[in-house]
């Protein structure tokens, strides 16, 4: 009699997803490099859209001379403020609507009436109450990051483990103790998704303030060069946006990891 | 000290508005230095009883009280061991003993020697620095157990401390409780549902009716101290925890079938 033998082989191979971490880098070269390309051969004229050597070349004289400087200060003087002060209030009102009823009640239909407004809407409304100058500008961006911290921070309050409240209560904590240690750090995770999403949203609203109302600024360096048709100048201030997003996004992802040291994994 | 339960009763009102009484009304009494298990079949209300002895949880008649000469300069206190372990996994295993003496007032650095004597009693020595994740779910216990010896209570209670742990490590932490108790004489009030691990450390052991809990006997455990693991083939043990199952091995039954009723209906 013939005898099979079939072997059981691994079902799950086309699961699997490595990292292709060489893939990565090479993706964002060959982006840029198919760019320069583009410029090179006079396929595209370099007043739409000037080649990435130009640009880097324009931002280098554009460091040299301290001009960019001046712009990233202000602009960075702005946003420390206005992230800032929004998030303080955000942690602060999202710990209180979500630990007191009360506080609950009241701040909750308001939130839910106002988080819905567009932030930017309000500038002329901010500038007519504060003035043409740096306060608006900040009151703008501490608003749009206020509301989503805010949002976060609640739903981290709210999340705590009833077991761990229970446990802390049954070895004394009183109430401010416990908020202090068990709902700040149970909602510690959600506080950090908070603030990423706020620096994505403040860096939107501070471009969208400089470039209404501002004498300096990167938002007010790419409109004014849009203006005078400097493309190249243009370019320059949107690759820096760029590398603010990601360099703030990193900055938050290890001061998460630096405070939350209790994480698995 | 000793904690006196009188007349405690409880009733739930679940969301129809039907009132459930969890406990009929349950009376006794735990002496100072004794070894009491509350023991009861599922659903009987005991962990609503410990809830209430610890001020968790407010109890719908009669009062809990301590009765005694007082320890200078403190009121008493009770500490609760959990069978989640429920430890803060954002402090480390000393910072988790420490939390009671923070919330009693006591200064840093007698916090820190109390914390370091409870943590060589429970075998944490040298483990003080890790965080809950990094242990296994035996010395997640052991740190549940010296942050509430830490606090010294005039009571003890144990949820079921050691039913989310594999058989092995619960017998083990089953002796090492017993040792830490030879030492201490703690008093304490151990919950379980299991008639063995209550004959087997307790003097005495209170049975509980199923639902609405109230108390069925209480049995005195006549065993000698300290107790050994050789000592559960002993007739007196054998015999005490036949006749334990025979008070409650119809409430058992009726427990099982009431809880399927109550899946059935469930929402």
Redesign the interface.
Known sequence: MAVERLVVVDRTAFLRRPDYRAVRVLALLGLVLAWELVTRTGWVSSLFLPSPSGVLAEGLDMVRSGQLFVHLLRSLERLAWGFGIGALAGVGVGVGVGFFALADAVVQPIIAATFPIPKIALLPLLILWLGIGEASKVAVVALGVFFPMAINTYAGVRQADP??I?????????RW?LIR??IL?SA?PMVFAGLKLGAGIALLLLVAAEQIAADAGIGFLILQSGNLMETTRLMVGIVVLSLLGVASYWALGALERAV???R?T | MQVVIERVAKTFHDRRGRDVVALGQVDFAVESREFVALLGPSGCGKSTLLGII???LPASAGRVYFEGEPRPGRAP????V?Q?F?L????TVRANVE??L???GISGLERAERARHYLDMTGLGGFEGK???QLSGGMRQRVGIA?ALA?EPAVLLLDEPFSALDAQTRTLMMDELLAIWERTRQTILYVTHNIQEAVFMADRVIVLSRRPGEVLEIVPIKLPRPRRESQQGDPVFVQTADRIWGLIKSQAQAALLDDEIVAERGP
Do not use: Q
């Open positions: 077991l761990l229970r446990a802390a209560v049954s070895f004394g904590a009183g103790s240690k068990v750090p510690l939350i040291r209790w698995h | 610890a001020g968790l206190v009770t500490a609760t959990f989640e429920a803060f996994p954002w402090r939390f009671g923070e919330e009693l965080y809950p994740h942050r606090v």
